[in-house]
């Protein structure tokens, strides 16, 4: 007798997703009526604005419309390649997020990390509201904020350097240290939010794995080494990947309150290049086209790093 092949068993497939699904909905219809605003906004600010992408391959005029303005192929995007300014604007853009990055990348986890120890919970909780409390201050309050503090005439800093018998320090208007404010800021405003992310990561480690550790005689170095970060690992990850993704973004709305055209050298980033070339000069086609490219190499930036967390670490949010 010839072996009997292997049955496909029922409700596996993708033929079996339809069915199954309209199972999900009927049994959980109420969850599903609560994603229609969801889906419905994603929809309406997210997809259908994409239509727009057009103008980047077109010399777009806005009184004659979508439709009715030149094509013009590769034009912008030749001269987005070419151009002085954005060779400068790509270069101030990579360099403030890769700062971002390193130095503030680590820094909630470290925080996370030292709270988690902590016993004296009133103590605990007083410090992540304090610290995450400036995540809801808008960057134009913050802007004011670091202005004040930072002030040549009367700033706090520059007063205590003066004390010191030290000169002066012009943060807003010296390109060398400016890019040192908008890092720092950052820092300042997010640090307290992301930690909050990390302190709720904790919560998927089981407890009985620092009981174990314990009784074999771990210390806390170590529980923190194979216990604590393998354990926060994926969440890391996905926050990394997430982080790639907006490497292009660099913190547009925080530049465009804090920067001025003396120190456009080290801080004009794509953000605020697209929004002077296009609400200032109007050329809306061209800064489509600079969109557009961010927006590209965002996603592959994404794709890859999910793809090498995948290869090497065997974790990725897809």
Do not use: C
Not at 67 to 94: C, I, M, Y
Not at 132 to 153: A, Q, T
Not at 170 to 190: C, H, I, M, P, Q
Request: net charge positive; aromatic share 14%.
């Amino acid at each position: 007798m010839k072996p009997e092949k292997d049955k496909p068993q029922a409700g596996t497939g993708k033929k079996a997703y339809m069915p199954t699904l309209a199972r999900d909905i009927r049994k959980e219809w109420d969850l599903y009526l609560l994603l229609i605003p969801g889906i419905l906004f994603i929809l309406l600010f997210k997809y259908t604005p994409m239509y727009g992408i057009i103008i980047a391959f077109k010399d777009f005029n806005i009184f004659t419309g979508f439709a009715d303005s030149p094509w013009v192929g590769w034009k912008h995007f030749e001269k987005l390649f070419t151009s002085p300014d954005f060779s400068r604007v790509f270069q101030n853009t990579v360099i403030i997020s890769l700062l971002k990055i390193i130095i503030l990348f680590p820094l909630p986890i470290v925080i996370a990390l030292m709270l988690n120890e902590m016993k004296n919970m009133m103590f605990k909780r007083s410090v992540q509201t304090v610290i995450y409390l400036p995540h809801f201050l808008s960057w134009v309050i913050v802007s004011g904020l670091f202005i004040d503090l930072l002030s040549v005439n009367g700033g706090l800093v520059n007063k205590l350097l003066n004390s010191m018998g030290m000169e002066s320090v012009a943060f807003f208007l010296d390109n060398s240290v400016f890019r040192s404010v908008l890092v720092t800021s950052a820092g300042w405003k997010e640090t307290g939010w992301s930690t909050i992310v990390y302190l709720a990561a904790f919560s998927m480690i089981d407890p009985a794995l620092y009981e174990a550790a314990k009784i074999d005689g771990a210390s806390k170095w170590k529980q923190l080494w194979h216990i604590t970060l393998p354990g926060i690992a994926p969440i890391i990850i996905l926050m990394f990947i997430l982080r790639l993704g907006n490497i292009l973004e660099a913190g547009t709305e925080q530049i465009l309150v804090m920067y001025n055209p003396v120190v456009y050298k080290v801080s004009d980033v794509i953000g605020t290049y697209v929004y002077r070339q296009g609400l200032g000069n109007q050329d809306y086609s061209f800064t489509t086209a600079v969109g557009l490219f961010e927006a590209v190499i965002s996603f592959t930036l994404v794709v890859v790093g999910n793809s090498l967390s995948k290869k090497y670490l065997q974790r990725g949010i897809w």
